[in-house]
Every structure is written in C-alpha cells, then in structure tokens.
C-alpha cells in the first residue's frame, strides 16, 4: 500500500502534520498492521491496523468488545498499582471519537498505543517464560472473571468444534480446487478423532464446563513481554468472548509448548516438551485455579489436544479450501502447518498420562 494513502489514514488518529512515517509491521496471519512514527520526539508510536473485513464481519462491535473489556482491565491493574498503559492495550479513537475509520474501499481501521519497550516471543527456549505466560494468561482471565456486560459473539463457533465440523463437511463436500485426493491420509487425521473431540464439547454444551470471558487467540505472539521476559500484556484482542477458559488455556500450550515454529517443515524439530507444559500449567493456575471448577481443572491437558486438533482441522480445511482464510506464503503453507501441528497433537497424546499427572500437582 502506498506510503502517502498510509499517511492519510494514520491522520485520522493523530494531526496529519504529526507523522513523520508508516511502515508495516509483524506477520499477523490475519489483518495487516502498521506502525506511525510521529515526529514529535517523546510521543507514543502508534499501532495502526485494517482489520480482516472478510473474517470479522462486525467491526463496529468487535471495537466495542475491546473497549468494554480494556476499560475494565484498566480498573483492576490501577487498583493493584500497576500501570494501565503499559499492561492493557489503549485504544485510540479516530477524529470523529469512534474506534475505527472506514475508508472509501469501505476497509476499517483502528489504532492503538505501541507499548514500548517490549519484546515478542515466538518460541520458548527456556521454562521461565513458559511460567510468566501462564501467570499472564491466568491473570487475564481472573480479572476478567468479574465482568459484567455483555460481549458480542464476534465469530460464532470460533472454538465450537460441532460448527467446525459443519464447516469441515461443507468443505469437503464442495472440493472446489480440488485437492481432496492429495489429502486423504491428512483428512482420516481428523475423522478418526471426530468422535472423542464431539464427547468433549458436550461438556461444554451441558454446562459442566461453562463458558467465561477469554481471549480465543493466546499464542505466545499474542502476549507482550518485557526485557527481562516478564508478561507485559495480552494484545490482539479481537477475538475477546465468552468460551470455556480452558480454550485459552489449551490454545497457549500449543505454542508455549512447541519445541518449533507452528509451521517448522522439519517434523523431527517438532514435539511438546513436559517441562514446558508443566511450567505453562503451575503459572497459569497461580492465577486461575481459585476460580476453575473441578471439570474444568480436569480437562485442562485434554484441551491442549482439542485446540491442537482444531487447529490441524482448520489449516487442513483451508488447504482444500483453495486458501481463503489465513495469509499463506507459499502454495502448500497450510499444509505444511497441517503437519506440523498434527505432528504436534501426536507428541501431545503420546505424552498425556505424563500431561495429567503434572496438572494434578498443582490443583489444590
Ligand atoms: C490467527 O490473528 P492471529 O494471527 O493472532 C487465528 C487464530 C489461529 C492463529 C494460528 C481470528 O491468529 O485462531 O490460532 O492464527 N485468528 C483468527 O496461528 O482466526
Ligand atoms: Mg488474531
């Protein structure tokens, strides 16, 4: 996109004068992001984004949802003393006061303060940030767990795995670029599990496991950490809604725990690594054990296989599906994260007697 278009919209949310520059920033597999650079020395950077209008369908309300929830956010970490710009993120509202601008290509974009200094992790070499995600993550939660208002469902079913399977089989049925037969071995990967991952959802579905406020996207490259590889804050907050705590949890395992890239070609670079999982899951219930039932606490190593699965499904569904969905570099990335996450979920089963033994340490 070009820099002078860039310029002019980064003046919705700052005084045009003001921006030195604009570049993009980071590999979001969904929205495009950049960075304004104002001029003015001493002033924050701020986070500029066009938001995925195929995807989330709702922006309007998906702004309204981060709102509510940095509002409330920022009230619990000023009451704990924290500091509410640097561990929440703070939306910026464009010149008209609303928390986005619609351009004429009808694209919408939103800013938000970039919080500095900081650093992304992509993959954990060492346990001690597997711990301080687990306590982020926990935390995130457990202030979010006296939220009153209202969230509106951004992306239904988003971790339901009936309406996956429904989307699955549509899907399928349809083979609209007709590479079905080169994954066949890839798609008995998912129907052989169908059953058990139904089983688990039906938890859900009862109410054993209910559903509380959650941020549905917790990979490690969703959480800002300081310097020194402490949690800063939780960031990419477009997915924020009700869904069962333990989505959230099983979604950062899968990175926190990956001894790779999620989408490492290389399957022998691929594994789950217990130290790290055991290290994730003490942090984490640090912080949220007090308010997780008994059903929840014991589907905790479950559901890091479940969102595994879900996520073998997705980028499975999306290879067949001619790539629509996420942002793909090559003609065969999804497939190569398709094994690579199954690759994953392997190593997860293999070692899941391991998994719920270490949980059981530390529920209270
Ligand atoms: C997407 O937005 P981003 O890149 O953080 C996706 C997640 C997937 C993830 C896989 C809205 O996350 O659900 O787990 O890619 N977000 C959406 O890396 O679909
Ligand atoms: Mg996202």
Redesign the pocket.
Known sequence: MKEDKLTQIAGQFIDIEQVDRVSPLGE???NDTFLIYPKAEGQSKLLLQRKNKN?FINIPAMMENINLVTKHLKTKIKAQGGDPEREVLTLVTAKDGKFYYMDEADDYWTACLFIEPHQVIETVDNSSIAYSGGKGVGRFQAMLADFEGELTDI?PGFHDIKFRFDQWDKVLAEDRVGRKAEVLEEIEWIESRRAEMLDYWKLVEEGQIPRRITHN?T?IS?ILFDLEGDVLCMI?L??VSQSPASNDFG?AIRSYSNTAV?DEPDLSKVSMNLERYREFTRGYLEEAGSFLNEKELEYLPFSAKYITYE?VLRFLMDYIDGDRYYKTKSEDHNLVRTRSQYKLLQSMEEQYAEMQQLTKEFVS
Do not use: Y
Request: glycine share 8%; charged share 45%.
């Open positions: 979001g597999f969904i995807i992306l996207d990979k969703n990419d477009d997915t979604d999620e996520q």
